[in-house]
């Protein structure tokens, strides 16, 4: 439910389709039982009010780094926003990677979510590349 939200809230790009949700948790479970990913969630009162999902990722051989962080997914529903919860996702998900001996951590955001794009560099992320795309 909680990752529908968040794709409802970003561009028309992002939509999935019928069915997705089951695919998502098959993969995520896929992820997880393979030991090279994180899941984590906030709760408060027993409610999910936030996640964090990343992996270990594998670069092209041509690269000095053979492993990657990669965030692959981040939400926090809006009314805990501004209260830490995705501060303390966020730190705890970079301690994983940390603890794997990555070099660095990556993720892709939405070029129109201010918010999300703010908080990122607030934590010391920095622009590396843009993504481009062309509707056929």
Do not use: C
């Not at 992002?14 to 969630?41: F, H, N, T």
């Not at 926090?76 to 001996?101: E, K, T, W, Y």
């Not at 201010?114 to 481009?132: E, N, Q, S, T």
């Amino acid at each position: 439910k909680l990752m529908e939200e968040h794709v409802q809230a970003g561009s028309r790009e992002l939509a999935i389709a019928p069915g997705a949700s089951g695919k998502w948790v098959r993969y995520i479970r896929k992820m997880l039982r393979a030991g090279k990913s994180v899941l984590l969630v906030a709760e408060e009162d027993g409610r999910i009010v936030g996640y964090v999902f990343g992996y270990i990722k594998d670069n092209p051989p041509i690269f000095r780094e053979k492993y990657t962080g990669y965030i692959s997914d981040m939400y926090v529903l809006p009314a805990f926003r501004s209260r830490g919860v995705g501060q303390r996702l966020m730190a705890q998900a970079l301690d994983f990677f940390r603890a794997a001996g990555l070099p660095a951590v990556e993720l892709h955001a939405s070029a129109g979510n201010a918010g999300a794009l703010g908080f990122y560099r607030r934590l010391g992320f920095r622009d590396v590349m843009v993504k481009l795309r062309v509707e056929l």
